[in-house]
């Protein structure tokens, strides 16, 4: 009988505005990159990472979170899934689970700013907005590798000298 043991710290379970990175290794795609962030734009939440990553793995077509299995169900089929509510074929569904099946999964996270239940609309934006800017700036310094980033950017975001080094010491644990 098979056995595989997932382990990882609690504190991917609590909330926070953070950043992550989630790199699939292939043994024939090599490494592919997500990069991601926690922090809701319509209401004052930041969910937990794990609660976050959990989405970007969903296979339900409808979903605006599956990020990540979108972005490979396009890589290994010829339909096109960029349209949020294309359903996924069982041809495609069983292509993307072979896909995960072959690959190594590893997770880097980074929370920046704690988040408290109850805390304001204006702090909740500039928390979220700060990360993003972040999201944004990582997301430019790793284009040169293979993305699965589906987003575009916008300009180069405009980050304080902490967020910069923030953003030089996560590239360091890639």
């Known amino acids: 009988m098979k056995n595989y043991t997932l382990e990882f710290p609690g504190t ?4 926070a505005y953070s950043l992550y990175v989630v790199k699939l290794t292939h043994p024939n795609k090599g490494e ?3 990069v991601g962030q926690t922090g809701n734009r319509a209401i004052p939440v930041a969910r937990a990472i794990f609660r976050r990553l959990s989405g970007h793995f969903d296979d339900q077509g409808h979903s605006t979170q599956n990020q990540i299995y979108r972005s490979i169900a396009i890589r290994v089929s ?3 899934l ?3 509510n294309k359903v996924f074929s069982k041809e495609v569904k069983q292509a993307v689970s072979t896909f995960f099946e072959q690959c190594e999964v590893k997770v880097q996270a980074f929370p920046i700013f704690e988040f408290e239940f109850g805390i304001s609309k204006e ?3 500039r928390c979220r907005r700060r990360t993003e800017a972040m999201e944004q700036a990582l997301i430019m310094a ?3 590798k293979n993305l699965l980033n589906i987003k575009s950017l916008n300009s180069d975001p405009d980050l304080s000298g902490d967020e910069r080094e923030k953003i030089k010491m996560i590239m360091t644990y890639l």
């Open 32 to 34: 592919l990159f997500y």
């Open 78 to 80: 010829n339909e096109d």
């Open 123 to 125: 702090e909740h934006n």
């Open 12 to 15: 991917l379970l609590k909330e």
């Open 142 to 144: 790793l284009s040169d």
């Open 82 to 84: 960029k349209t949020k």
